[in-house]
Each structure stands twice: as C-alpha cells, then as structure tokens.
C-alpha cells in the first residue's frame, strides 16, 4: 500500500515550518509599517522642544530657529579627504 504525500509526517513539518516563516515575516512587516521614519529621527533635544513650544514657553519664531539647528547639527561631516 502507497501512502500519499497528505498521509506521511513531511506534511506536518513542511505545514510547520512554512506557518512559521509566515508569522515571523508578517510580525517583521508590521514592526517595519508601524514605526515610520519621521519617527525614528526624532532626538530627545528634539522631542524636548517640541514640548515646550506646547506648553506655550518658546515662541513660533524661536521654536522654528532652534528646530532649523537642531536639523542642521544632526548633519554628518563631510568626510575629509
């Protein structure tokens, strides 16, 4: 008597296995979907400032100013030659 490819132990292990790498490529698809970039980027000087212009302590012109040099530090050197 044949056995058929559905009757044998591969199956289980090639059902396993495949379930396996589809959870852990969708776990890294939404961990990679839900944190954008903008969001990354954000430095704690940054999320500082952001507060304070919220709680109304710095004004529109100087939170912009401090934002533009906070932006413009996190520039990486141009390298030497």
């Known amino acids: 008597m044949m056995f058929g490819?559905?009757?044998t132990p591969?199956?289980?292990?090639?059902m396993v296995l495949f379930g396996s790498?589809?959870?852990?490529l969708?776990?890294?698809?939404?961990?990679?979907l839900s944190n954008p970039t903008a969001e990354k980027s954000r430095t704690p000087a940054r999320e500082i400032l952001?507060?304070?212009?919220?709680?109304?302590?710095?004004?529109?012109?100087?939170y912009r100013?401090?934002?533009?040099?906070l932006a413009s530090t996190?520039?990486?050197p141009a390298p030497s030659s």
């Open 74 to 76: 996190r520039t990486p």
């Open 5 to 7: 490819w559905h009757e």
């Open 50 to 62: 952001e507060q304070r212009f919220a709680r109304g302590e710095i004004s529109v012109e100087e």
């Open 21 to 24: 790498v589809f959870v852990v």
């Open 26 to 32: 969708a776990f890294y698809a939404v961990k990679a």
């Open 10 to 14: 591969w199956m289980w292990v090639s």
């Open 65 to 69: 100013a401090r934002r533009e040099t």
